[in-house]
């Protein structure tokens, strides 16, 4: 039994972080908004119970260091199935962009193997089972838009207009663990307006480009970053902001005409327009 599933990209339209947690982890104040960018994932099932993984890209881990491998056993663990699968990964999404590349693969290789045995887990079990590969898996299941809190994994289905995006992803990578390391030593207010940003996303993309707001921004300050924000700017785009922890940053733009005519005009090496 096989099958074929898209693994789609996330951006963060707004990103805040709302506090630490005793264990560790920080809480957020979210939204993500699933783009068009997307990686192929072939999963196919074999009665040998081993889980192979293979990707078309070398700085991606195979192995248990890959989420889609261990999706894969946490599906088989979770149901009692004794199979094993082979999942072969074309990778479009960077990595270490924000855009929740690893992420997605791990939901499309759950999904992939539900759809596979008959849906066997509700949508809300397969949730629950991809929140503990990670904290952005469920909405990479779920899809669409949402308005996310707790460590980013409670999830509220929010409206929004249609709207494009280019998305650049510069040369250079951004350290999460640093970014939450400077927010630990120096915490920074919790940004006001949340409820508000989401109230105003279905009345269009010049709304939900004038609301985008990221944490990290602020926390890095990074010029390199601001500097393609402006380029994206300079080109049309409504608003631009950086995605995630980075270092990918996206522009909106009312529609994908306009948003292919600003990728052409960007002097990136690694460039995507996108609904």
């Known amino acids: 039994m096989d099958l074929t599933v898209k693994?789609?990209?996330?951006?963060n339209l707004?990103?805040?972080?709302?506090?630490?947690?005793e264990d560790g982890y920080h809480t957020l104040n979210t939204v993500m908004h699933r783009i068009g960018l997307y990686d192929d994932i072939y999963v196919s099932t074999n009665d040998s119970e081993t889980i192979t993984t293979e990707c078309d890209d070398p700085a991606v881990p195979t192995g248990k260091g890959n989420i889609a491998h261990r999706a894969a056993a946490a599906f088989y663990e979770k149901t009692g199935i004794k199979y094993g699968a082979d999942i072969r990964i074309a990778k479009r999404i960077p990595l270490e962009a924000g855009l929740g590349g690893s992420?997605?693969?791990?939901?499309a290789v759950l999904t992939a193997l539900n759809r596979i045995f008959g849906d066997i887990l509700s949508i809300d079990e397969l949730c629950r089972l991809g929140a503990s590969l990670g904290a952005d898996v469920p909405f990479c299941i779920m899809g669409g838009t949402a308005k996310c809190t707790g460590i980013g994994d409670i999830m509220q289905p929010a409206e929004s207009a249609d709207f494009a995006v280019v998305v650049i992803k510069p040369e250079f990578s951004c350290s999460t663990g640093a970014a939450y390391r400077a927010y630990d030593s120096a915490p920074l207010?919790?940004?006001?307006?949340?409820?508000?940003?989401?109230?105003?996303?279905?009345?269009?993309a010049e709304a939900a480009a004038k609301g985008l707001?990221?944490?990290?921004?602020l926390l890095y300050g990074d010029e390199r970053i601001m500097r393609i924000k402006q380029d994206l700017l300079r080109c049309g785009a409504l608003g631009a902001g950086m995605t995630g922890s980075g270092s990918a940053?996206?522009?909106i733009f009312p529609d994908h005409d306009s948003a292919k005519k600003a990728a052409g005009k960007l002097d990136y090496k690694t460039k995507f327009a996108v609904m």
């Open 249 to 251: 940053v996206f522009g």
């Open 189 to 204: 207010p919790v940004k006001a307006g949340f409820d508000e940003y989401c109230a105003v996303l279905p009345t269009g």
């Open 103 to 107: 992420s997605t693969d791990g939901a």
């Open 213 to 217: 707001y990221n944490v990290f921004e």
């Open 14 to 21: 707004w990103l805040d972080i709302t506090g630490r947690r």
């Open 7 to 11: 693994a789609y990209a996330k951006i």
